[in-house]
């Protein structure tokens, strides 16, 4: 009887002339504005012209690995899941297959953000009681963003649209040129013959453009696959007055893939110097393909206070790998662009799940610990947990070589140069860009702090170095562990 009371009450109340008028005058225009503005809002296009989406938007292959239990995931060795990541600590792209380069999966960490930090500079002598004295002046310097601040930029969706490739057939002849298989220019044992079947799969692909493909006959120098593709990232924007959630909007930022000079001139991009951990090296500052008002909106729901940009690699100015170098190669150089010191992030499956089980009940994440925390190009399955952490030298897909008699196709190896020491960036939600303030970091502080090189710091995953200058990864490629050994993080 009460809540029949206490209905008819609040029925009263709404229809009285006074509360009616109150609504039609306040609320009514509010809903009008709200539809006004997203009927003349800009209409985003779903696709990007003349361009193709690059990557799996359906299935994940993730989807199963909770499945990938010590116990249960018998070999052999193969890559389950493969991710490039565009944007540095964004959120990644996963691929059925990549094209490797000599710095890693291409178009990974292509681009950072980066905020403006000031520090006032040092006068060189010391004041009585030791403390440096600070001169009049300040420095400033563009410094990267990762979730370990910024646990947002996780919500930061990125897609990669590739110029349609023309229509050509893949070499198959052996006269001076062309492309040839790797049998026909060495003499592979039986054993090595039988596990790899790719033939003239990988030339063929290459030969075409690889995964990135070339751009459409002769298009406009203006358009987006004259300009190497297009990267489009989005995230959702909620204003702080949002009645009802109508006004909350999905912002999207497109800008190019590889610009062509017409391009970066007529945006007046500019090179500057933004701090990567140690490094600091010449980066091409992009910010100007973003609308301010999109800036505002992404500081805004980044939580970002200082002024902040975007930085693209650029290829002539990328850093040298300092660390953990193959000691067959001593003079030999690599190369990363925005990556942390690796070219390429590999981590068993089984691994996470072994690290799961050793998270206390109580955990949040307990049972749901998704292995996109740790942000691997290459996930590993069909092997024990911690396995990868002897490797030393590994075979991993296919790579294209030159010989004096032109291009042929063979395995590619690669260099496990160290394991991965962690922070506590996989203690962010990937799927919900909110940071646990324990979880899994301090398990993993108490399970996985197995290398005194990399100590405080707990190690999961292996970072590894292509030895080579252009290949391919596929998903269900096995792994060919040629070298085993102890590791030590150098540091």
Not at 1 to 16: K, W
Not at 282 to 296: F, H, R, S, Y
Request: glycine share 8%; with cysteine; charged share 25%.
């Amino acid at each position: 009887m009460a809540a029949v009371a206490l209905l008819r009450h609040y029925a009263e109340y709404f229809s009285s002339p006074g509360v009616l008028l109150s609504l039609l005058v306040v609320v009514v225009p509010i809903l009008l504005s709200v539809l006004a503005e997203r009927a003349t809002a800009k209409k985003e296009p779903n696709s990007i012209p003349d361009c193709r989406r690059l990557g799996l938007t359906e299935r994940s292959n993730l989807q199963d690995q909770f499945d990938h239990l010590p116990s249960q995931d018998k070999g052999p060795p193969r890559v389950q899941a493969l991710f490039t990541y565009p944007v540095k600590s964004c959120r990644g792209v996963e691929l059925a297959a990549s094209e490797v380069q000599a710095s890693g999966l291409r178009y990974d960490r292509l681009f950072t953000f980066a905020q403006l930090v000031s520090k006032q500079v040092e006068a060189g002598s010391k004041a009585a009681n030791g403390v440096a004295e600070q001169s009049g002046d300040w420095k400033h310097q563009w410094r990267f963003i990762t979730q370990r601040e910024f646990p947002r930029l996780a919500l930061l969706h990125t897609e990669l649209w590739l110029p349609r490739p023309r229509g050509r057939k893949a070499a198959t002849q052996t006269k001076k040129g062309n492309l040839r298989s790797g049998a026909e220019s060495r003499s592979p044992s039986p054993q090595r013959a039988r596990s790899r079947t790719r033939g003239d799969t990988l030339l063929g692909q290459l030969e075409q453009g690889g995964t990135g493909g070339k751009p459409s006959a002769s298009p406009e120098v203006s358009s987006w696959a004259a300009n190497g593709g297009c990267l489009v990232i989005h995230f959702p924007f909620e204003p702080d007055f949002n009645p009802f959630g109508l006004r909350t909007e999905t912002v999207t930022l497109r800008l190019p893939l590889a610009p062509t000079v017409q391009w970066s001139e007529a945006l007046r991009y500019e090179s500057e110097e933004v701090v990567i951990w140690k490094d600091c090296p010449l980066a091409i500052n992009v910010t100007n393909e973003i609308d301010a008002a999109a800036l505002t909106k992404l500081r805004y729901f980044l939580g970002v206070s200082n002024p902040l940009a975007l930085f693209k690699v650029d290829e002539t100015k990328k850093r040298a790998v300092t660390q953990s170098l193959p000691k067959d190669t001593p003079k030999e150089t690599y190369r990363i662009g925005f990556a942390d010191g690796f070219p390429v992030n590999l981590l068993g499956l089984t691994s996470v799940r072994a690290t799961e089980k050793e998270l206390p009940k109580a955990a949040a994440v307990k049972g749901k610990l998704d292995a996109r925390r740790f942000r691997a190009n290459v996930y590993i399955a069909g092997i024990p947990a911690f396995a990868e952490d002897t490797w030393k030298k590994i075979i991993l897909g296919r790579r294209v070589g030159r010989d004096e008699h032109g291009l042929f196709e063979a395995d590619a190896e690669y260099h496990v140069a160290c394991r991965t020491a962690r922070c506590k960036l996989p203690n962010v939600d990937q799927a919900t860009g909110v940071k646990d303030g324990n979880e899994p970091y301090t398990t993993l502080g108490k399970t996985r702090r197995v290398d005194e090189g990399a100590y405080p710091n707990p190690c999961l995953g292996m970072q590894s170095t292509p030895r080579f200058q252009l290949g391919m990864i596929r998903i269900g490629d096995e792994v060919e562990v040629l070298e085993t050994g102890e590791h030590c993080y150098e540091k």
